[in-house]
């Protein structure tokens, strides 16, 4: 069964660069969320989109920004990176109505 | 608000043992689901099993079953003859509809599942 896709696996970048990272949902998820994950923490939601549009929002920097677009893809773009961002970055999908919640395999971003 | 509180930061089992991680939840919905999702050290977060609230019966999935108790707000994973490859850190989430159409999760701070040959 197709799963959630996150690309790049792994980052690497310097301070005050910038990140984008895409994720592709399960075919038919009409709902994508991103998560960030610090080293030792437990996830926490950055951001969600239903249809395109932005659902919810929850502790983003001002410094990240994401869409979703027409073929449901999301990308994540972060800017003045921090030491501080390092984390693992999840993206998950669900269907509307659905309580089912996949994730993808992540992408680590390690900022040096 | 909702909120997710795992007791136990680690735990041994042995091989083939059954091992219980405890969940305890709080949320002001009259309708809820709880999760539990797995992490290896490779990182990826893995589902496990899912209760409804409403649902009647535990919930289970191969050596996957919940101890679903309503009234305590527990959903406590019960993991049945351990293998090796079971060793990871285990989360318990609830989800929070927030309108048109998403759910946030909130996670517990996790359990570290250590199983001895």
């Known amino acids: 069964a197709a799963g959630v896709i996150q690309s790049p696996r792994h980052l690497i970048k310097e301070k005050r660069e910038t990140a984008t990272l895409k994720c592709y949902p399960i075919p038919r998820h009409d709902t994508v969320y991103w998560y960030q994950q610090g080293p030792g923490q437990d996830p926490q939601f950055l951001i969600s989109f239903y249809e395109k549009m932005q659902s919810d929002k929850g502790s983003i920097p001002d410094r990240f920004s994401a869409q979703q677009f027409s073929d449901y893809h999301s990308e994540l773009n972060m800017s003045s990176l921090e030491l501080g961002d390092s984390a693992l970055y999840f993206c998950?999908?669900?269907?509307?109505?659905?309580?089912?919640?996949?994730f993808g395999s992540g992408t680590r971003l390690t900022v040096v | 608000a909702q909120k997710i509180t795992q007791t136990q930061p680690g735990m041994f089992v042995q091989e083939k043992e059954a091992v219980t991680l405890d969940c305890t939840y709080d949320?002001?919905?009259?309708?809820?689901?709880l999760f539990w999702y797995k992490q290896p050290s490779s990182g990826e977060m893995i589902f496990l099993i899912y209760q409804g609230s409403y649902d009647e019966q535990n919930a289970t999935e191969g050596r996957y079953s919940l101890n679903f108790q309503k009234a305590r707000k527990s959903a406590n994973l019960v993991i049945s003859a351990s293998q090796l490859g079971d060793s990871a850190m285990y989360f318990c989430a609830i989800p929070k509809g927030t309108g048109a159409g998403s759910y946030q999760l909130t996670f517990g701070k996790g359990t570290k599942l250590s199983v001895i040959p």
């Open positions: 949320t002001s919905d009259q309708s809820y689901g």
């Open positions: 998950a999908s669900s269907l509307v109505l659905d309580y089912g919640y996949t």
